[in-house]
């Protein structure tokens, strides 16, 4: 069974402080990951992965992706209180277009 | 551009009632998805269309119907509601272009369903 696990559940960090989140996955035929983020309602676009080892870079975000060890993870520097949020990823299996979601990881950035 | 819009926005229901959930987009996506939330389980697949008049099941589709009878809309149907329906319902888009069939879905703003 597909499946896709991201950590921490949850994280509180100080402004200014750099976190790293985690997303491991098992996805048969897997063709691309997905970062989103989810403020109050519907999640917004972040990343897509689909090489192994070629950093996507955004501001102070960034992530990677290692088709090996199948995982990623999404980096957030200098953290601001404008980052809490639910940090979602995905990972996307060839030939069915769909996408399996982790359970996220609920970011809190304390002023 | 709208993007993906939802209606309605919320709703509350009585066990054993119907209702539909539309979904509408105007960026001339071919896939469209339909996904519920719930607290703790992160995003979860009901159902999802490839192209106009094709559907298929996601990772929850039992109590749920679909259709996308037109490429712009795609629609979900709860034919007898039950409690354990009640969640934070998600529509979004995807598309495909000359290089890449695979690429990033956008998201509606969501409806709250409430089953008492």
């Known amino acids: 069974e597909d499946k896709v696990v991201q950590s921490p559940l949850s994280l509180v960090v100080h402004e200014g402080d750099t976190v790293t989140l985690n997303c491991s996955y098992e996805?048969?035929?897997?063709?691309?990951l997905l970062w989103y983020k989810q403020e109050k309602k519907a999640p917004t676009f972040l990343f897509m992965l689909?090489?192994?080892?070629i950093e996507k870079k955004s501001g102070r975000l960034s992530s990677i992706l290692d088709k090996k060890e199948l995982f990623s993870i999404l980096n957030i520097t200098a953290t601001q209180t404008g980052d809490s949020a639910v940090y979602l990823c995905?990972?996307?299996?060839?030939?069915?277009?769909?996408?399996?979601f982790g359970t996220g990881t609920r970011l809190k950035v304390l002023a | 551009n709208a993007g993906v819009t939802q209606t309605p926005k919320f709703r509350v229901l009585k066990t054993g009632q119907s209702m539909t959930l539309l979904c509408a987009q105007d960026?001339?996506?071919?896939?469209m998805y339909w996904y519920r939330q719930d607290p703790g389980m992160g995003l979860r697949l009901i159902h999802y269309?490839?192209?106009?008049?094709?559907?298929a099941k996601g990772e929850v589709p039992d109590g749920y119907n679909v259709s996308r009878l037109k490429k712009q809309n795609f629609l979900l149907g709860l034919e007898s509601a039950a409690p354990s329906q009640t969640s934070v319902y998600f529509c979004?888009?995807?598309?495909?272009?000359?290089?890449?069939?695979?690429?990033?879905?956008?998201f509606g703003p969501g409806t709250r369903l409430t089953v008492l």
């Open positions: 979004a888009s995807s598309y495909r272009t000359r290089t890449s069939a695979y690429n990033e879905q956008f």
């Open positions: 996805v048969t035929n897997f063709r691309s």
């Open positions: 689909t090489s192994s080892g």
């Open positions: 995905a990972g996307g299996t060839s030939g069915t277009y769909k996408y399996i």
């Open positions: 960026m001339n996506h071919e896939y």
């Open positions: 269309s490839v192209g106009e008049g094709t559907t």
